[in-house]
């Protein structure tokens, strides 16, 4: 009796060790996923915005726009490096207006906006990162920059969300 429970024991301890043993051989050999809590940030050109002539109207560039498809791609499943990302780019633009208390007053000033920019391509949240130190400069910059559309960042050639910084500076002439 005693030989059977000492053989007993003897038998759960390997199977014990052997348990651990796959265990561990799992969670060395699983794929790692490299997972990013933030988006990617850009940055963008200065734009400068100077007042405009009383009979000109404000001068716009704007590209066409095609639809956006958004490509859902799976997650690599390999311990490869990941692929490059492709800042985004301003599709479509249009100057902000020199507010007119900001024009009587003489006041110049430079606003940073932090832009994100979705899978569309669509400006979804615009904050302010730097003040002018006018909150009429600050409004007509991101009025303006909420109506711009831009060309999604992209990784392996699926639309990534990311954050776009857009220098805006107010100059009088």
Same mark, same amino acid.
């Given at each position: 009796?005693?030989?059977?429970? %000492?053989?007993?024991?003897?038998?759960? %301890?390997?199977?014990?060790?052997?348990?651990?043993?796959?265990?561990?051989?799992?969670?060395? $050999?699983?794929?790692?996923?490299?997972?990013? %809590?933030?988006?990617?940030?850009?940055? /963008?050109?200065?734009?400068?915005?100077?007042?405009?002539?009383?009979?000109?109207?404000?001068?716009? *560039?704007?590209?066409?726009?095609?639809?956006?498809?958004?490509?859902?791609?799976?997650?690599?499943?390999?311990?490869?490096?990941?692929?490059?990302?492709?800042?985004?780019?301003?599709?479509?633009?249009?100057?902000?207006?020199?507010?007119?208390?900001?024009?009587? $007053?003489?006041?110049?000033?430079?606003?940073?906006?932090?832009?994100?920019?979705?899978?569309?391509?669509?400006?979804? *949240?615009?904050?302010?990162?730097?003040? $002018? /130190?006018?909150?009429?400069?600050?409004?007509?910059?991101?009025?303006?920059?909420?109506?711009?559309?831009?060309?999604?960042?992209?990784?392996?050639?699926?639309?990534?969300?990311? *954050?776009?910084?857009?220098?805006?500076?107010?100059?009088?002439?």
């Amino acid at each position: 009796m005693i030989q059977a429970k %000492a053989v007993s024991v003897k038998n759960i %301890a390997i199977y014990l060790t052997l348990s651990v043993i796959l265990a561990a051989g799992y969670m060395v $050999s699983r794929p790692h996923q490299i997972v990013s %809590a933030t988006a990617p940030v850009f940055m /963008g050109e200065e734009i400068m915005v100077q007042p405009a002539a009383k009979a000109a109207p404000i001068a716009a *560039r704007s590209v066409a726009l095609e639809p956006t498809v958004v490509k859902v791609v799976p997650a690599p499943q390999s311990n490869i490096l990941p692929l490059p990302i492709v800042p985004p780019s301003i599709a479509a633009s249009i100057l902000p207006v020199y507010p007119a208390q900001a024009l009587a $007053s003489g006041t110049e000033g430079l606003v940073l906006l932090s832009v994100y920019v979705g899978l569309t391509g669509q400006p979804e *949240r615009i904050e302010t990162k730097s003040s $002018s /130190g006018n909150a009429g400069l600050d409004e007509s910059a991101a009025k303006a920059v909420s109506q711009w559309r831009f060309l999604p960042a992209t990784q392996g050639g699926a639309a990534i969300a990311s *954050r776009f910084e857009v220098p805006v500076r107010f100059v009088i002439k």
